[in-house]
């Protein structure tokens, strides 16, 4: 099977700017996660989706956003980009297993960088 | 509010020794607890887990251990190889959503 896809793998973005990163999940799995990692801070968990429903939300301010189509590939837009969203974000997608098994696989992330 | 704690922000251990990283949460409603390792630009890796009922899981040579009472979590790395350095993240599960530590850079040392 292949794994979670990040794209893009690098953005670019100024200050005030909007940005969209897109993820694909291992084939089969309904959720997905999102997450920012900066230095220090470790994974801060952004949204979860569901089919196509968001299940679970962090605590980030509503610039940022989501969303999850029907087959399963999941957006997340940032709007009004500040100099502090700069972060890997990654995405993380599981199979809801039994409890025991229930285990999430990361994608690469997106590395963005907001000048 | 960081659920889960990751005290230490590195560690060093020669190779062939026992590599022990660290982990302690605050929210006892935590019933499913992981291991992931973070190589640089790569996501993080899933490496073992441990279940609320248990204390402890063994998979070659890693041994997570989980006591509840102190509300600690540990993982043991027997013996250490230079391939297993990188970043550790513990995380705890609590209904649909996972809370991840700090992280632990491990460096092995050949």
């Known amino acids: 099977k292949a794994g979670v896809t990040q794209t893009p793998r690098y953005l670019i973005k100024t200050r005030g700017q909007q940005v969209t990163l897109s993820c694909s999940p291992i084939?089969?799995?309904?959720?997905v996660s999102w997450y920012q990692q900066t230095p220090g801070q470790g994974l801060q968990f952004l949204f979860e989706y569901f089919s196509e429903t968001q299940r679970n939300k962090g605590n980030f301010p509503g610039r940022f956003s989501g969303r999850q189509f029907s087959n399963s590939r999941s957006e997340m837009n940032v709007s009004t980009l500040e100099l502090g969203d700069s972060a890997l974000y990654l995405c993380?997608?599981?199979?809801?297993?039994?409890?025991?098994?229930?285990?999430?696989?990361f994608g690469p992330g997106t590395r963005l960088t907001v000048l | 509010d960081q659920q889960v704690k990751q005290n230490s922000p590195s560690l060093s251990v020669q190779e062939g020794r026992i590599s022990i990283l660290n982990c302690d949460y605050t929210?006892?409603?935590?019933?499913?607890f992981l291991w992931y390792k973070k190589y640089p630009a790569e996501g993080p890796t899933f490496l073992i887990s441990?279940?609320?009922?248990?204390d402890k899981n063994e998979d070659g040579r890693f041994t997570v251990f989980l006591n509840k009472s102190a509300k600690h979590l540990s993982l043991h790395i027997v013996p250490s190889q230079p391939g297993d350095s990188a970043v550790y993240f513990c995380a705890a599960r609590n209904g649909n959503q996972f809370y991840f530590g700090t992280g632990t850079s491990l460096t092995v040392i050949p």
């Open positions: 993380a997608s599981r199979s809801q297993g039994l409890a025991g098994t229930d285990t999430q696989y």
């Open positions: 084939s089969g799995h309904r959720s």
């Open positions: 929210n006892s409603m935590f019933d499913y």
């Open positions: 441990i279940s609320s009922i248990k």
